[in-house]
Nanobody, 124 residues
Framework: QVQLVESGGGLVQPGGSLRLSCAVS????????IGWFRQAPGKEREGVSW????????YYADSVKGRFTISRDNVKNTVYLQMNSLKPEDTAVYYC?????????????????WGQGTQVTVSS
């Protein structure tokens, strides 16, 4: 019953903020690295951010560095993506995914478990 469920998406004006949540069940979050990915219409899915199993290491794509912050709560089995200073080009479906490997990677082929996605739309 491994499951990842994203929430928190919606419509926001440019410059606004959203916090996405990824609630995981069926396994302990402490033993999995989590990545956030996004896919805009007509574009390839791209990696956004990554957080390690238990060291707190994080990584951000250049396009979101300085604006997004990833964090985790292993007790609640939830990973968050705080998104600030949102831009229209951030519009996409956002997915969280889990992998057992400890190395830093946003290669989506290495992530075995995926959520259903949540829509983020940044528009005036």
């Amino acid at each position: 019953q491994v499951q990842l469920v994203e929430s928190g998406g919606g419509l926001v004006q440019p410059g606004g903020s959203l916090r996405l949540s990824c609630a995981v069940s069926g396994f302990s979050l402490a033993y999995y690295a989590i990545g956030w990915f996004r896919q805009a219409p007509g574009k390839e899915r791209e990696g956004v951010s990554w957080i390690s199993k238990n060291t707190g290491r994080t990584y951000y794509a250049d396009s979101v560095k300085g604006r997004f912050t990833i964090s985790r709560d292993n007790v609640k089995n939830t990973v968050y993506l705080q998104m600030n200073s949102l831009k229209p080009e951030d519009t996409a479906v956002y997915y969280c995914a889990a992998r057992e490997g400890g190395g830093l990677t946003l290669n989506d082929r290495t992530y075995g478990y995926w959520g259903q996605g949540t829509q983020v739309t940044v528009s005036s």
